[in-house]
């Protein structure tokens, strides 16, 4: 069950990012994934064309309103916060999804709840923006 509180899902993030710390990468990448699919779901909060105006990780905890686009943003969060050792990128497709991509389409996050996808196939992306552009988010 989703926290009510912004405390309560502050706390629930740490702690999710206290147990990757300990996991190896592809296991903290299905954690990382399945955290996220927790949140309540609304079909439009974000745009791509804001994101220079998107929120920082704390705001998104705040708002409490998870689109796709905010599910993938708060995985890609994650992964830049732990620093995890893998090359990762926030790509729209063109079919409109939000994926985090982790070392050219070997993990995709933010497709299946359940489960990190693994697959080299190449990907129709319409936008992308690489981890590093999220570090000054902290």
């Known amino acids: ?8 899902r502050l706390e629930a993030w740490k702690i999710l990012r206290t147990e ?5 990468t592809e ?12 949140t309540p779901w609304r079909p439009y909060y974000l745009h791509w064309d ?3 105006e998107w929120p920082n990780p704390w705001e998104i905890l705040d708002d409490n309103v998870y689109c796709p686009l905010t599910r ?6 994650t992964i830049v916060v732990l620093d995890l050792p893998v090359l990762a990128e926030l790509i729209e ?7 985090v991509v982790i070392e050219e389409n070997t993990r995709i996050l933010n497709w299946d709840p359940h489960t990190t996808l693994n697959t080299g196939l190449p990907l129709q992306v319409a936008r992308r ?10």
Do not use: R
């Open 93 to 99: 497709t063109e079919a409109g999804d939000y994926l």
């Open 129 to 138: 923006l690489p981890a590093s552009y999220f570090q000054d988010k902290f």
């Open 27 to 38: 296991v903290a990448l299905e954690k990382i994934n399945a955290w996220w699919h927790q």
């Open 20 to 24: 990757c710390q300990a996991l190896n």
């Open 50 to 52: 804001y994101y220079q």
């Open 72 to 77: 993938a943003l708060g995985m890609i969060y």
């Open 1 to 8: 069950m989703w926290a009510k509180t912004f405390e309560q």
